[in-house]
């Protein structure tokens, strides 16, 4: 896909991004989506390190941006998972595509038919769709890494139940439910600023975007601050995506200012301060990273008993403008070769 993969937005960069895949690649997205399929749970990195060799797997996926594959550690070792978009990819791919869009059209219609249905289970989804038990555990899979589940979902072995999409009214007035899915995809998990430098098979994940922080630890909770910031805007959680953006922004140039052993720079208290004083002594161009006001307040936003300042509205734009800023600090930051 080359070094610097440009993903844009519309309906046909799915098909585009797929033709783009070296074969290298397409094999190795495939071994990532055949473990999580049959296994449940996210390949270890050590198991892909042992079937393709260190040097070349790292190589490939490099060339992957961060946006369709990341390596996290979970459950005490690091894993390699796929994005949403980075499934859609596989060679199961447009299949996938075909059975969610297929769940939503039946959401949509069952919704249309009752407002008031709250929750879909597996055995009234296989029968209205006829699927398989495969299609079935197929469909629970794709439905919880796409986010396209409300609350009091509930994802067994062989039964699953899902609240309905918390954006489903958006379905209703959707005839192009497929341009509505990739559109909604694209969106969601827009090219990163790098690519993903993954250290598979070390003893640590390199933190994606992060690689540039030198603190592991630090490295390792901004990378999974990261990753269920765009989680939490998946599901309209506007507050947790601010809230976590703020935290991540202010650590990041907290980190960036000590490093240029300012005494200055280490005066900056607010995010704001922060985010002027690196302005100031060159870390960030003037004026590149935006703090708007729900991003300043975020640490007010964590406790319940301040009250945050009037006029701050927590909007779907306020958490975007979050999600831009720190895109926009990784930029700069992480010193991209594209």
């Given amino acids: 896909m080359g070094d610097c993969p440009e993903i844009q937005t519309g309906?046909?960069?799915?098909?585009?991004?797929?033709?783009?895949?070296?074969?290298?690649?397409?094999?190795?997205?495939?071994?990532?989506?055949?473990?999580?399929?049959?296994?449940?749970?996210?390949?270890?990195?050590?198991?892909l390190h042992q079937r393709f060799g260190g040097a070349a797997l790292q190589a490939a996926l490099a060339r992957l941006?961060?946006?369709?594959?990341?390596?996290?550690?979970?459950?005490?070792?690091?894993?390699?998972?796929?994005?949403?978009?980075?499934?859609?990819?596989?060679?199961?791919?447009?299949?996938?595509?075909?059975?969610?869009?297929?769940?939503?059209e039946y959401v949509r219609d069952r919704y249309q038919a009752d407002s008031r249905v709250e929750w879909v289970g597996s055995a009234e989804v296989e029968a209205a769709l006829a699927l398989t038990p495969e299609q079935s555990r197929h469909l629970r899979q794709l439905i919880r890494l796409s986010h396209w589940w409300g609350g009091g979902s509930a994802f067994g072995g062989r039964e699953w139940t899902v609240g309905v999409p918390i954006d489903?009214?958006?379905?209703?007035?959707?005839?192009d439910l497929q341009r509505y899915v990739r559109q909604h995809v694209l969106t969601h998990f827009p090219a990163e600023a790098r690519p993903a430098s993954l250290g598979l098979g070390g003893e640590e994940a390199s933190g994606g975007p992060f690689g540039f922080v030198q603190d592991s630890g630090l490295r390792q909770r901004?990378?999974?601050?990261?990753?269920?910031?765009?989680d939490v805007c998946h599901v309209?959680?506007?507050?947790?995506?601010?809230?976590?953006?703020?935290?991540?922004?202010?650590?990041l140039l907290a980190d960036a200012l000590r490093r240029t052993g300012s005494a200055e720079a280490r005066g900056a208290r607010t995010l704001a301060a922060r985010a002027e004083r690196a302005f100031a002594q060159g870390v960030l161009a003037p004026g590149?990273?935006?703090?708007?006001?729900?991003?300043?307040?975020?640490?007010?936003?964590?406790?319940?008993?301040?009250?945050p300042r009037k006029g701050i509205q927590l909007t779907r734009g306020e958490a975007e403008s979050a999600l831009e800023a720190v895109r926009a600090c990784l930029r700069q930051l992480g010193a991209p070769g594209c």
């Fill in 288 to 307: 590149s990273v935006r703090v708007g006001s729900a991003l300043a307040a975020f640490r007010t936003l964590t406790h319940p008993e301040r009250a």
């Fill in 236 to 251: 309209l959680g506007w507050k947790s995506c601010v809230v976590l953006c703020g935290g991540i922004l202010d650590a």
């Fill in 222 to 230: 901004l990378a999974a601050d990261w990753h269920e910031a765009q």
């Fill in 65 to 104: 941006s961060e946006n369709l594959v990341r390596e996290e550690r979970e459950e005490g070792e690091n894993r390699c998972r796929l994005t949403f978009l980075g499934v859609l990819l596989t060679d199961q791919g447009k299949e996938s595509e075909r059975l969610l869009i297929r769940y939503l």
């Fill in 168 to 175: 489903v009214d958006d379905l209703l007035g959707e005839n």
């Fill in 11 to 47: 309906a046909g960069e799915i098909d585009r991004l797929r033709g783009r895949l070296t074969a290298e690649e397409r094999v190795h997205l495939n071994a990532i989506w055949e473990y999580f399929r049959d296994q449940n749970q996210w390949i270890p990195s050590r198991l």
